[in-house]
């Protein structure tokens, strides 16, 4: 297989505590390369890399099957319990330049539970290092990634309903980054239909940014 029939697809991981963000990078990779795990504090303290195995199926250019590989940065949770945001934002802007300084990034994942409103301090302070580490492009390169949403549909909720009857941080915040958005389902043993169904929204994203990225250099 040529380069040319291969792409390189890098995502990042940004969200708080336990929002289920080394999780969801295991789907996205899928694998459990990221320590993911119940805790009442801030876990992971580094930046980490994962990448996937080459996916086929997933598009095609000029009549060929390009074959995708996923590079997922796993970052600290923000606000942190024990880390300032000096400290996380420093971690993560070595780590953005040092992994996608060149080839650049395709998309920013805000990872949140669907099962916790969004209000509050918290998630402006989540969502201003996000502005200041991607810079002024960032409601571009970014979605919302719901974690959780299993309990949406438990609690008899349609994602359309769910969404109609959400907090205005959230509205602001779907507004921002022009609803960009992907519910994650952890249920049965659906785990790689869920990979596929949320690698197949992310690729969408990345098409309508014709696949442009974001270089940190
Ligand atoms: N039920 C359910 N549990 C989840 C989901 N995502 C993550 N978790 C659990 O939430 C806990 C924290 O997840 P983790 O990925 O370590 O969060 P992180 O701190 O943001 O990296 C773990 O016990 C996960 O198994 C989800 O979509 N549904
Ligand atoms: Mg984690």
């Known amino acids: 297989m040529t380069d040319s029939n291969k792409m390189i697809i890098n995502l990042a991981l940004f969200g708080m505590t336990q929002s289920g963000k080394s999780s969801a990078g295991n789907i996205l990779l899928g694998s459990t390369d990221f320590h993911s795990s119940f805790s009442p ?3 992971t303290k580094d930046c980490c890399l994962g990448r996937s195995c080459h996916l086929c199926g997933f598009m095609r250019r000029g009549g060929q099957e390009i074959t995708l590989q996923i590079q997922v940065l796993d970052t600290p949770g923000y606000p942190h319990s024990r880390l300032t ?3 996380v934002k420093q971690e993560v802007k070595e780590a953005l330049a040092h992994h996608f300084g060149q080839e650049g990034l395709h998309l920013a994942l805000l990872v949140q539970r669907a099962d916790m ?5 918290e998630v402006s302070d989540l969502v201003q290092m996000i502005q200041e580490l991607l810079g002024h492009a960032w409601k571009n390169y970014t979605a919302i990634l719901f974690t959780h949403a299993e309990k949406i549909e438990e609690a008899g909720f349609s994602e359309d309903k769910y969404l109609h009857e959400a907090s205005n941080t959230l509205l602001t915040l779907l507004n ?4 960009r958005y992907i519910f994650q ?3 049965g043993n659906s785990l790689n239909e869920q990979r596929i169904k949320i690698l197949e929204r992310i690729m969408e994203f990345i098409k309508e940014n014709c696949y442009q990225v974001l270089t940190f250099k």
């Open 185 to 187: 389902y952890k249920k």
């Open 176 to 179: 921002s980054v022009q609803h």
């Open 85 to 87: 945001k000096k400290h």
């Open 117 to 121: 409103p969004l209000c509050g301090q």
């Open 41 to 43: 504090c801030s876990v």
